[in-house]
């Protein structure tokens, strides 16, 4: 009695899969299955690298993530669909002997009719389960097409990640350096932080919005890392407005609203962070290179005015295992000793 009951948890896995394969790649975000499947595996690969304190470790969260999710959606949908037809005995039987076919050759059966196989082995004597048997394969077929649609923007996604972070440590690392190299050493001074920036933000910012796991993904090297490059230029931003004396640079305003909306999905992927909203930065170095900005006073008020931003970017270089001195100071110099 109860393995005719069978079909019932096998049919809801099967839902469960379908719609968080639509969720995720069709109605832009992370199904509850595949956010089910990342945050263990993710906070044990980070656990890891915080207890080893090897930071390397983290350039696997990606193919971790895409490997778990992928494994999770065959999974169930093998599990389900074989708990479907073996939920009635006699719905399929062996081509040749005509028996029924055991858990295993019903497990048999559905690997190779959802990856579209059709080898033929065992076979379903009734319409009803003839019809079924159709419906695996194309759902099969679906579950395929969908883990492409998957893949494909991810690596896309990651492509951009990594060509915005490589033009920002170019350009740095680091807040102040941003600064500094940009007023001492662009032709366009102050402005490549601002408008030079804007589409390629807003490129990176609509892949997170749309795929908001994309914040799970870390990058071994600091000149791909996202996590460390964003947080700074958010900083320099906020340190620019803050402190000039002058009009800031034009399209600041709309290159921190890319920069809060990146951080506000990944808070929304992590969940609200215990770290503190890091200390106001010290600008000696850029007032010795001839900046004129404001008394600290203004600019200790301007950025408690946005503390909140300023914690999600020391949260987000803290969940990459980024120092916030990393983030924020200028390199010494050469002669300090």
């Known amino acids: 009695m109860l393995r005719q009951l069978l079909w019932i948890p096998g049919t809801l896995m099967v839902l469960a899969v379908m719609v968080d394969l639509i969720v995720t790649c069709l109605q832009s975000g992370e199904g509850r299955l595949g956010r089910a499947v990342h945050r263990p595996l993710y906070a044990a690969l980070t656990g890891a690298a915080r207890l080893t304190g090897r930071r390397a470790l983290l350039s696997w ?34 081509s040749e002997s005509g028996t029924p076919a055991t858990f295993a050759g019903t497990l048999y059966f559905v690997g190779y009719t959802i990856s579209t ?142 920069i809060d909306s990146m951080t506000r999905t990944f808070e929304r992927t992590h969940g609200p962070s215990p770290v503190p909203v890091p200390p106001p930065p010290d600008l000696t170095r850029l007032r010795d290179a001839g900046l004129i900005l404001k008394p600290d006073a203004d600019l200790h008020a301007h950025l408690h005015a946005h503390a909140d931003l300023r914690r999600r970017l020391h949260a987000m270089a803290h969940a990459g295992q980024w120092r916030w001195d990393e983030v924020a100071e200028l390199p010494p110099t050469p002669d300090a000793a």
Not at 68 to 76: E, K, P, Q, R, V
Not at 211 to 224: A, G, K, N, T
């Open 61 to 94: 969260t990606a193919p971790l993530l895409i490997l778990g999710t992928l494994t999770a959606w065959t999974l169930l949908c093998w599990l389900g669909w074989t708990l479907i037809f073996w939920s009635q005995p006699g719905s399929l039987l062996g």
């Open 117 to 258: 196989l059709g080898l033929g082995e065992i076979t379903a004597p009734l319409p009803f389960w003839r019809v079924l048997t159709a419906v695996a394969s194309i759902n099969g077929f679906f579950l395929l097409t969908f883990a492409i649609t998957f893949v494909v923007p991810i690596a896309q996604a990651r492509g951009d990640r990594r060509r915005l972070a490589l033009h920002l440590h170019r350009a740095g690392p680091g807040a102040q350096a941003l600064i500094l190299n940009a007023h001492t050493d662009h032709d366009r001074s102050l402005l490549s932080l601002t408008s030079d920036l804007h589409t390629m933000l807003n490129d990176v910012d609509a892949a997170h919005l749309n795929s908001p796991y994309l914040h799970r993904f870390h990058d071994h090297d600091p000149q791909d890392a996202l996590d460390l490059h964003l947080p700074a230029l958010g900083e320099a931003l906020l340190i620019l407005q803050g402190s000039m004396t002058g009009p800031v640079p034009h399209g600041l305003g709309r290159t921190l609203a890319s």
